[in-house]
C-alpha cells in the first residue's frame, strides 16, 4: 500500500487496498451457458424453463462481467505502479492509457445492470424458481450490453457478416467520450498525451532530447521521472474520477447479486461495506429496501 499511496495519494490507495481486500481473484466460480438452438427448443416447449435458464444466466453473465472487470482495471493499476517503480515513462503511458480504456468499457457494460436487476428483483426472483410460468421476461439492452464486454473485438469483413452487433468493438474515441459524457475531469486531454507517448509521436521523441536553443540539442535519456510525475501531478484528480468508473458500477452490481439466491454469485464481503455515497447504488437500495440480501437470509440456492 505504501507503494500505491506515494503513486496516487491516500484516498486512492486506501480504495484499491479495500478492493484487494475483497480477494476476487481467488473466486472460484464456473459460467455454464445453453447453446441457442437447445435454449429455443426449451423456450417453445418450457417456458417456465427457458424463463428460468435466461435470468441465471444474465446473473452469470453479470458476475462475470464485474468480476473481470474489476480484475483487469486493477491489473493496469498494478502496470502503472510498475512502470513508476522501473522509472519508465512509455510503459507508465501505455498501462494509464489501458486503465483509461478499461474503465470506459466496464462502465458501458454495467452502467444500466444494477439498476435494472434491483427494480426487477420480484419477477426475476419468480423466474429463478420458474414461478413465472408462461410469462418470458427479457431485457435486451442489458444483455447486448453484458455480452458486448465478453466478445466484442475488432471483426474482420467476413465476420461482420454474420456476426451479431453485439460482438464488434467500438472505436477508441466512442470509449473516451463515454468518460467525457461522464464529466471525468481532463480525461480527453489526458488520453491525447498519453497517446503521444505511445505512439511514435513527438513527445516519445523528445522525452530523449533537451533543447539548448533553437539549434541545439543535448541527448538527455534521463527524463523518464519528470514525465511521470507531470502525469500524476496534472492528472490526480483524473485518476480518482477514473477508479471511480472503473470499479463503482462493478461493486454495485456484485452487492446487489448478494440479493439473489444464486449463492454461486455472491460476494458477502461487500455486506460490510457503506456505499451510502455512490449515487447507482442510493438508487439501487431504493427497489431492493424491503428485501433481505441472500447471503444473510441463508435461502438455498436455485439451480436453473
Known sequence: ??????????????????IDGLALSTCKTRYTF???????????????????????EILSRSHLTAITGILRSRRWIGAVISAVESKNALAFAAAFRGLIESAADVSTALKNV???????????????????GKTFLVVDQIEDNLIHFSYARHLTKKERATAPRSHEALKVREYIDILVKGQVADIAECYQELC???????????????????????????QDDSVILYFLDQYRTTFLELLMFA??????????????????????????????????????????????????????????
Not at 506515494?6 to 490507495?13: C, I, L, N, Q, R
Not at 513527445?203 to 538527455?220: G, K, Y
Open 34 to 56: 445453453t447453446a441457442t438452438e437447445e435454449f429455443e427448443q426449451i423456450i417453445r416447449n418450457d417456458p417456465s424453463k427457458g424463463t428460468q435458464i435466461y435470468w441465471s
Open 1 to 18: 500500500m505504501l507503494q500505491t499511496e506515494s503513486v496516487f495519494g491516500t484516498d486512492e490507495a486506501r480504495f484499491i487496498e479495500m
Open 247 to 304: 470499479f463503482n458500477p462493478a461493486i454495485v452490481t456484485l452487492n446487489v447479486l448478494n440479493y439473489f439466491p444464486l449463492v454461486q454469485f455472491h460476494v458477502s464481503k461487500l455486506l460490510n461495506w457503506d456505499l451510502s455515497r455512490i449515487p447507482l447504488w442510493q438508487k439501487c437500495q431504493n427497489d431492493l429496501k424491503s428485501i433481505r440480501p441472500q447471503a444473510r437470509a441463508r435461502l438455498k440456492s436455485v439451480k436453473a
Open 196 to 222: 503521444d507517448l505511445t505512439h511514435p509521436g513527438a513527445s516519445s521523441v523528445w522525452m530523449w532530447l533537451s533543447p539548448l536553443n533553437e539549434l541545439e540539442l543535448d541527448l538527455a535519456a534521463d
Open 114 to 132: 444494477p439498476s435494472t436487476l434491483a427494480r426487477n428483483h420480484s419477477l426475476i426472483a419468480s423466474a429463478l424458481s420458474g414461478g413465472l
